[in-house]
């Protein structure tokens, strides 16, 4: 008996349902979601519990058993909320298509920030740290001032290991209770800057002492940080990344300095439901790392996915996540992994969506968003939550205005896709057009009183104009610095 | 479509903000081209309508500066390039227009603060890397880029504020 996902909200009927309701309700999802109607990658993650829920409610007999033990678990288990907003509520029907986005928002129980049961989460940390001859002098010290710190922090029950890596790997702390700190805190010295930089050997060995470990109980994260480009090996360290996303572990990767991969590490950050951080003094790895770790101890929920299946003639075109790290996330796939949910966070999304032209008057359902993850205290720790999103479809122009929550993250968010727009049109080779996006850009920035930022932007648009390229530290300031605009305004909080 | 007001951009309907500049596209700021402008009452006799005045600039045209707060508005005949800012003793460069007298020293106007370019028909203002920035029409400028003046345009050097008008015909200065 499954007890991880709610059967009548699976298809959006009461506990007192007939099982005439249960059948109707079965063809109505089946034709939103079903493979052969609905090609989104979302949609086929959805239609597994659907049919799962209609056989289970069919059956008289276990729909009576799961009645009764829900029941009981529902009085002790914890669950998280689920809120999906939209940007209108009313839509008018145009002859052409129109964007509507949704802002998906994830919130712990609130009777678990009272409640005795709360306790820092145990973690099985694996630290992958750069030692190539380019960490070099204050790097390469600061890196193990933060090491150091991160050991007195863990409590005796934390499992960590180190791995250490230039073109190959080394062992540095062996997967397990931390106990002598003074012993681990000295193998973390000898650390020495030497040879040049290959991500996937380091990033094997990481994964490899986080396994020896991994369990569901626990917050499995590998935090890899890096000051240089690897070369070749992207491809397997992404499919390793895929890998270990499924089995439970979240990658986070720290680039130091300028000459880091920026895509490669997000693309393994993303796919995993971890972090980038861009940390361009050799001074903010400490806080960095150091805070990081924190916010890892503290988890309600890991592993939390977010999937979103739009209705067959709706168009689901990307997806961000704002909250707690902002980054892009990939559409591609169904589930989409937005890391652990913290006692006193919130987990937030924003989602564009295309609806199409001469949409019909009346009530609609726009999509199915759902959320599911480990929550840590629970005895059943699987969750799923489910939020069927509608709108109303009138001629009548009504006084809606959007959540200001939605507009303000759009407002930051706008920026972001600025950069990005120019970057694109580098890429292409149109430097006219990069140009003027910097410049506008920069415009926009000054607007919003962030004269720092903007007048990077600036001048990057020269710089681009004269290189006909972007120098590596603007690109990457513009990227991380408008990205970290979502979170609260506040540009220079969090970024070094 | 929504054209945004800013830079006339086609944006898909639904968007809150314009794809192409950034600017917002719903709610107060949309149809704020420009801020409203506040007159005080030495210039209010000049206020005919909010809207944009003429960009052209005439041969013999005049440019008449009305700094707020103070008696008497500044008469000059723009130069191909006219440098305003405050004149310091110890400054290489001496500003075309001093606005020493108009306070701004207190108004934190840069010496070499703003400049008008003088092209065929229109003229042209841009910031020159001023420490408090020049504002037109209540927008920033971005340093070292022109943008076109008009007639009955509000500029702002620091904290000073003057409105600019021209005056066509060859009165004598």
Redesign the interface.
């Known amino acids: 008996m499954r007890f991880d996902f709610d059967p009548y909200s699976e298809l959006g009927i009461s506990p007192t349902a007939s099982t005439d309701d249960v059948r109707a309700a079965y063809h109505r999802a089946a034709k939103r979601f079903h493979p052969d109607h609905n090609k989104n990658p979302g949609a086929a993650t959805q239609i597994a519990d659907i049919t799962a829920a209609y056989e289970l409610l069919l059956d008289k007999g276990k729909r009576r058993d799961y009645d009764e033990q829900r029941g009981l678990i529902n009085e002790t288990e914890y669950y998280f909320q689920f809120r999906v907003t939209c ?2 509520r009313v839509v008018n029907p ?1 002859n ?6 949704m802002l998906a928002e994830v919130l712990p129980d609130p009777r678990a920030l009272e409640s005795k049961h709360k306790r820092d989460s145990r973690l099985n940390l694996t630290l992958i740290l750069d030692h190539s001859n380019s960490m070099n002098g204050t790097r390469l010290d600061k890196v193990k001032v933060a090491a150091h710190q991160i050991i007195d922090q863990m409590q005796p029950d934390d499992i960590l290991s180190i791995v250490s890596f230039n073109d190959r790997a080394e062992v540095i702390i062996e997967a397990n209770t931390v106990k002598d700190k003074a012993a681990l805190k000295a193998r973390v010295s000898m650390m020495t800057a030497i040879g040049g930089t290959e991500i996937f050997q380091g990033f094997e060995a990481g994964i490899q002492q986080n396994r020896r470990f991994l369990a569901p109980r626990l917050v499995n994260h590998v935090i890899l940080l890096t000051d240089g480009h690897t070369f070749g090996d992207q491809e397997p360290t992404i499919s390793l990344a895929k890998t270990v996303a499924t089995e439970g572990i979240a990658v986070s990767a720290m680039g130091l300095g300028q000459d880091w991969n920026d895509e490669f590490l997000d693309q393994i950050a993303t796919v995993t439901g971890g972090t980038t951080s861009y940390i361009n003094s050799a001074g903010g790895v400490i806080r960095f790392l150091n805070d990081h770790v924190r916010s890892l101890a503290n988890v309600f929920a890991e592993r939390v996915q977010l999937s979103i299946a739009p209705d067959t003639d709706i168009t689901l075109e990307s997806a961000f996540k704002l909250l707690p790290a902002p980054q892009p996330l990939s559409i591609d796939t169904g589930n989409i992994p937005v890391g652990s949910l913290q006692f006193n966070r919130t987990i937030a999304a924003l989602f564009q969506l ?2 199409p032209p001469n949409l019909k008057p009346g009530f609609r359902t726009v999509a199915r968003f759902t959320a599911t993850g480990d929550i840590l205290t629970n005895q059943q720790q699987k969750y799923k939550a489910i939020n069927d999103v509608s709108v109303e479809i009138s001629d009548e122009t009504r006084d809606d ?2 959540p200001t929550a ?2 303000e993250a ?2 930051k968010l ?2 972001y ?2 950069q990005q727009r120019a970057q694109e049109a580098l890429e292409r080779g149109d430097v006219k057009e990069a140009t003027r996006r910097l ?6 920035l ?2 919003m009183g962030e004269y720092e930022l903007a007048q990077q932007a ?1 001048a990057e648009a020269q710089q681009v104009a004269y290189t006909n390229n972007l120098s590596d530290k603007g690109r990457k300031t513009l990227k991380y610095h408008t990205r970290s605009l979502l979170l609260s305004g506040s540009s220079q909080a969090d970024v070094e | ?1 929504k054209l945004c007001p800013y ?1 006339a951009y086609q944006n ?13 596209l ?2 107060d700021g949309a149809n704020a081209t420009l801020p409203t402008k506040k007159f005080d009452v030495l210039t209010n006799q000049f206020a005919r309508s909010t809207s944009w005045g003429t960009a052209y600039f005439a041969d013999q045209s005049l440019i008449v500066l009305h700094v707020r707060d103070a008696a008497e508005p500044i008469t000059l005949r723009p130069q191909r390039r006219t440098i305003l800012g405050r004149y310091d003793s110890s400054s290489v460069q001496k500003p075309d227009l001093d606005l020493t007298p108009y306070g701004a020293l207190e108004k934190g106007v840069s010496r070499i603060h703003a400049e008008i370019q003088r092209n065929d028909e229109t003229l042209t203002i841009q910031d020159m890397g001023s420490a408090n920035g020049t504002h037109l029409n209540g ?2 400028l ?2 070292e ?1 022109p943008r076109v003046l008009r007639d009955g345009d509000e500029i702002q050097l620091g904290k000073l504020i003057a409105h600019v008008y021209f005056k066509s015909g060859s009165a004598p200065l």
């Open positions: 940007s209108k145009l052409e298509t129109q964007v509507i986005y295309e609806l205005n959007p939605i507009l759009l407002s706008t920026l896709k600025m410049e506008n850009l920069s415009t926009r000054i607007e600036q | 479509m830079c898909r309907e639904g968007y809150f903000y314009c794809e192409e500049c950034g600017h917002r719903v709610g927008q920033r971005i340093p880029q």
